[in-house]
C-alpha cells in the first residue's frame, strides 16, 4: 500500500459544480496534511493546510480531515476554469523527521 | 522576493556526464528537498536537509548525492548520470521540517523546476 493514495483522475466538472477530491494515507501518526495545486508546466504551490480534525474553509476551498478513517478531502465548491489543475496530497511521514509522501495527484478539469 | 531559484532549467546531457543542479533560497529555511517528477509516478523525494550539515535520503536516493554547506544551497549532483534520471527536478525548502504542526512554517515553496534529459 502506498504511503499516500489519491482518487484515480482525471477529474472533469461543469464551472460552478463542487469538485471533491479525496486521499487516504497510510501513517497514523501523522499530524499535518496538505493540498498543493500544480498548474502544467508549472511547480507545486499551497492551496490549503490542516492539522486537526473536522473542516478548514479558506475561500471557495474546504479541506476535510477524518484521522480515525485516516482520510483527508478537498472540495472546491463554485469550480472555475482556472481551477483547472492537478492537485497533489502531501503528508509528512510522523516517524522519520523530514520525509514527506506526496500522492500521485489528481487531474481536474473545469468545463464552462 | 522570497523564491527558490534552480538552475539549470533545461539540461539534455549524455550517459556518464557528471552534472550538478543548484538550488538556492533566499529565506532562511532551514529545511531543502528535492524531488523527481515522473508521469504516473507523482513527486518522489530523492533527498532531505533538515539544517546545514544533515542530509538524508528520501524515497529514491540512488544515483543521487546532495550537500548543505551553507544554509542557502543544496546542490544535487548526478555522478554518472544514467537515461533512467530523465526527468522534472523541483527543489522546494521551508522554514521547519514538514512534520510540525506550526501552521505555515512547514509549508513548502518550491522551486520552478529543472527539466533533465539524459540521452
Known amino acids: 500500500q502506498k504511503e499516500v493514495e489519491q482518487n484515480s483522475g482525471p477529474l472533469s466538472v461543469p464551472e460552478g459544480a463542487i469538485a471533491s477530491l479525496n486521499c487516504t494515507y497510510s501513517?497514523?501518526?501523522?499530524?499535518?496534511f496538505f493540498w498543493y495545486r500544480q498548474y502544467s508546466g508549472k511547480s507545486p504551490e499551497l492551496i490549503m493546510s490542516i492539522y486537526s480534525n473536522g473542516d478548514k474553509e479558506d475561500g471557495r476551498f474546504t479541506a476535510q480531515l477524518n484521522k480515525a478513517s485516516q482520510y483527508v478531502s478537498l472540495l472546491i465548491r463554485d469550480s472555475q476554469p482556472s481551477d483547472s489543475a492537478t492537485y497533489l496530497c502531501a503528508v509528512p511521514q510522523s516517524s522519520t523527521l523530514g520525509r514527506l509522501y506526496f500522492g500521485r495527484g489528481t487531474q481536474l478539469t473545469v468545463w464552462p | 522576493e522570497a523564491q527558490v531559484t534552480q538552475n539549470p532549467r533545461y539540461l539534455i546531457t549524455v550517459t556518464g556526464k557528471k552534472l550538478t543542479v543548484t538550488c538556492s533560497q533566499n529565506m532562511n529555511h532551514e529545511y531543502m528537498s528535492w524531488y523527481r517528477q515522473d508521469p504516473g509516478l507523482g513527486l518522489r523525494q530523492i533527498y532531505y536537509s533538515m539544517n546545514v550539515e544533515v542530509t538524508d535520503k528520501g524515497d529514491v536516493p540512488e544515483g543521487y548525492k546532495v550537500s548543505r554547506k551553507e544554509k542557502r544551497n543544496f546542490p544535487l549532483i548526478l555522478e554518472s548520470p544514467s537515461p533512467n534520471q530523465t526527468s522534472l527536478y523541483f527543489c522546494?525548502?521551508?522554514?521547519?521540517?514538514?512534520?510540525?504542526?506550526?501552521?505555515?512554517?512547514?509549508?513548502?515553496?518550491f522551486g520552478a523546476g529543472s527539466r533533465l534529459t539524459v540521452l
Open positions: 501513517d497514523r501518526g501523522s499530524q499535518s
Open positions: 522546494a525548502s521551508s522554514l521547519r521540517r514538514p512534520q510540525g504542526s506550526l501552521s505555515g512554517a512547514n509549508v513548502l515553496t
